[in-house]
């Protein structure tokens, strides 16, 4: 099946560290992807990973890929209340050229 | 570089109205992608469009949606007739080729609501 796994819901202070975490289902996926969406806009694209790196850093964002646990997590470091949105995972199963999106968490950052 | 654009942004109707949305790709852009986000849920891939070709249409409810992408440009989306688990927000999304999946640029989404 084709099911994107997340927690729904983390709450953090501003200035910690926020850790979402996504479960994905084909250990075959070339890309996982992290998207980001703020209330009534479209989802933007935050990072993404190659398969066969295990973490990618951008500025603020770590991405850490375990294909034997087929978990991925996205790290924001010093959190700002900017960042509360929905984060969404996605994956490209083997085969298709469409993006598998997880559930969503929700990420609130109080000051 | 103008974004994906996609109209209406809010749209209400009553069940079994139809109804049809349009999104303008990024120019240049081949591949064309309209996903269904129910309220709580992720983006679920409706149909792809390469050019003017399906791609994939495996989950699209061909009894009652249907969506055309004339001349490979834009694209409309109808929904006839809506029912009321039609409700939910209507993104479109464009990519250089099919390829480039980690390069889908997004637009703002339709809302529809259906009563």
């Known amino acids: 099946g084709e099911d994107v796994e997340q927690s729904l819901f983390l709450s953090v202070r501003e200035g910690d560290s926020s850790v979402i975490n996504c479960t994905y289902t084909?250990?075959?996926?070339?890309?996982l992807y992290w998207y980001k969406q703020e209330p009534g806009a479209g989802l933007q694209l935050l990072t993404y990973?190659?398969?066969?790196?295990d973490m990618k850093q951008d500025q603020r964002l770590t991405v850490l890929l375990n294909k034997k646990d087929k978990h991925l997590s996205l790290r924001i470091a010093d959190t700002q209340t900017g960042d509360s949105a929905i984060y969404f995972c996605?994956?490209?199963?083997?085969?298709?050229?469409?993006?598998?999106f997880g559930t969503g968490t929700r990420l609130l950052v109080s000051p | 570089e103008a974004g994906v654009a996609q109209s209406p942004r809010y749209k209400i109707i009553e069940k079994r109205q139809s109804v049809a949305f349009w999104c303008n790709p990024i120019?240049?852009?081949?591949?064309l992608y309209w996903y269904q986000q129910i309220l709580g849920q992720g983006p679920k891939l409706l149909i792809q469009?390469?050019?003017?070709?399906?791609?994939?249409d495996s989950q699209l409810p061909k009894d009652r949606f249907s969506a055309e992408r004339l001349k490979g440009v834009d694209s409309t989306l109808k929904i006839q007739p809506a029912k009321l688990e039609d409700s939910a927000v209507y993104l479109c999304?464009?990519?250089?080729?099919?390829?480039?999946?980690?390069?889908?640029?997004f637009g703002p989404g339709t809302r529809l609501t259906v009563t």
């Open positions: 999304a464009s990519s250089l080729s099919a390829g480039d999946t980690y390069e889908q640029y």
């Open positions: 084909d250990s075959s996926s070339t890309y």
């Open positions: 990973i190659f398969s066969n790196m």
């Open positions: 996605a994956e490209t199963p083997t085969g298709f050229q469409k993006l598998v």
């Open positions: 120019s240049g852009h081949a591949t």
């Open positions: 469009f390469q050019n003017n070709g399906v791609v994939d």
